[in-house]
């Protein structure tokens, strides 16, 4: 019927995506606290912070700090972003980063434009750059990431030839730099996904690059995370950036009083692969405690649901 | 591949659903005004409120003047919900109810006890009463609810057997009575459903009675709700109830600052049919419309997501 994995990879991004995006900058000690309280969840990759520019990102100007501030714990890797070659000098200048070799693409020149104020072709040709930088350092490129490759609110629609495009230009140069293919991530950065969608686009890489591995960033903004999450799943992907507690909502959004909603949430996810018999190596009950602490340091509900209502191991605990 | 239905209907159940656990009463007028915007967005079944006891439920104490308040539309249906025959006489008398004949049923006896103080055979077999009361007054019965179908936070996990046993009970019991089957409603009561599970589970009543229309009840408590709608689309289920802005959500739960999650969301589930290319009969951007101004009137932000980031339309026609 479906080819659902039986296990699936979730990498935690709720400490960046979740603190960069606040108008104010939380105690280093209490994002620290998260990022430990995290590392005893079983999760295997947790992004930190950015390495980015501190006038347009000031939440993130002390990611080298936080650095310093973590318990580290074996067998995780502690990633950062950064978005030029400065942000990744300052990311290897800084204590013991897990350099997380990010190649980004991008499906439409308007959001180009908007983050890297360049077109996507752009962006698309420094990404040699990048790759050489990568390779100079003696690192392979781990994941080459496609935005908007769902749609765009400055673009509109990106028809499917846009990502394998891309797709194909990234086989291109790894076979011209005589290195493996990274994970291939679409990235919904914007919340236009939906599942039948999902499948096409999942499948047209695939088709493309057969053997590389397919991850997804996707955003719960319009409510469809978890049936794109569920998709993508059927498609056999195994590969999934989410945040702690939904957090990376903007707290400005629309209305007033309400924020929108940001990535995926990791336990809501890791809830729907366990209860389906997919395995994550993550403990619920653990994350969801790490979510009611990224709660209580944002100070707001946030849109995770399972934390609120408890996961089902007391209630069949009780009867066992 | 899958086999999505064409057009799917939604029932609206905020009005009740979301009012009804409020700790407090809402404006009579204020209500009226989210009813008769519902009524202008396409949806062609609205329940208005609740003919139970006012010691228990307060909040549904004024569902007679409700009905008599709002502006009803040509071709909507106007419903309410009651538990037991007193209920029903007194939604015959209230002005104007249109009469959804239901039949309930529990899979768990913990739950029947809790909602009914009765086993879960007790309410069984008092459907009977209520099929023939119903009979009386020279109406089919439309629907047959199955509660906790899933799992149950009282009784724990529910058997499959326990769900399809009642669905043969009510194929025998309308044989016997010469009528025709009702819509059988799987309700996930309490969030335990994932979309593997709701495959099954779908398979196995649509193979007791293949005629039967099968509708959902669904809350998203766990955060797996849209997952688990794209599952019963991909079983072809074409009925769902819902809740405008995910009404419906406990405002005490947990942590004392965050309110649980509700139903599923209709203008997020719509959103999911349409754009996989399923009719709804529903205008998308006035049903946000609708969920803003339960959001106004409830005075706290709710669960739904595309009212808060808007739909897709406005970055669409900008490109047209």
């Known amino acids: 019927m479906t080819d659902l994995p039986k ?62 501030a973590i318990k580290r714990k074996e067998g995780v890797e502690y990633t950062a972003l950064w978005l030029n ?15 997380d070799t990010r190649l980004l693409f ?14 996507a072709t752009e962006m698309r040709d420094r990404q040699v750059e990048w790759l050489d930088l990568y390779l100079q350092q003696g690192l392979a490129p ?13 673009g509109g629609p990106v028809p499917i030839e846009a990502v394998t495009d891309l ?10 730099r005589a290195v ?10 914007v919340g236009w996904a939906n599942p039948e969608d999902m499948k096409r686009r999942i499948g047209a890489v695939r088709e493309l690059a057969p ?25 056999g992907v ?32 890791v809830f729907l692969c366990e209860e389906m018999g997919i395995d994550t190596g993550i403990d619920l009950d653990a994350l969801i405690q790490s979510a009611l602490l990224a709660e209580d340091i944002i100070g707001r509900p946030l849109n995770g649901r399972i934390m609120h209502a408890g996961s089902l191991t007391k209630y069949r605990s009780r009867l066992a």
Chains 1, 2 share one sequence.
């Open 7 to 68: 296990f699936v990879e979730f990498h935690e991004e709720g400490p960046r995506e979740g603190f960069q995006i606040e108008p104010v900058s939380y105690p280093l000690e209490r994002r620290a606290a998260l990022i430990d309280s995290l590392s005893g969840t079983g999760l295997k990759q947790i992004q930190v912070g950015s390495f980015v520019s501190p006038k347009v990102v000031p939440t993130m100007a002390d990611t080298a700090e936080l650095f310093g």
């Open 85 to 99: 070659k400065k942000g990744f000098m300052l990311a290897g200048e800084a204590p013991r980063v897990d350099m």
């Open 106 to 119: 991008y499906a439409t020149d308007a959001f180009s434009q908007a983050n890297n104020n360049c077109s």
């Open 142 to 154: 781990a994941s080459a990431y496609i935005m908007t490759a769902f749609g765009c609110n400055f």
């Open 167 to 176: 797709v194909q230009w990234i086989i291109d140069l790894c076979a011209a």
């Open 180 to 189: 493996p293919l990274p994970a291939i991530y679409l990235a919904d950065t």
């Open 211 to 235: 053997d590389a591995r397919i991850g997804l960033h996707l955003h719960d903004t319009r409510g469809l995370g978890a049936a794109n999450v569920y998709a993508a799943l059927q498609m």
């Open 238 to 269: 195994d590969l999934f950036d989410a945040s702690v507690a939904g957090l990376g909502g903007c707290p400005f959004a629309g209305h007033g009083s309400a924020s929108s909603a940001g990535n995926i949430c990791t336990e809501d996810m």
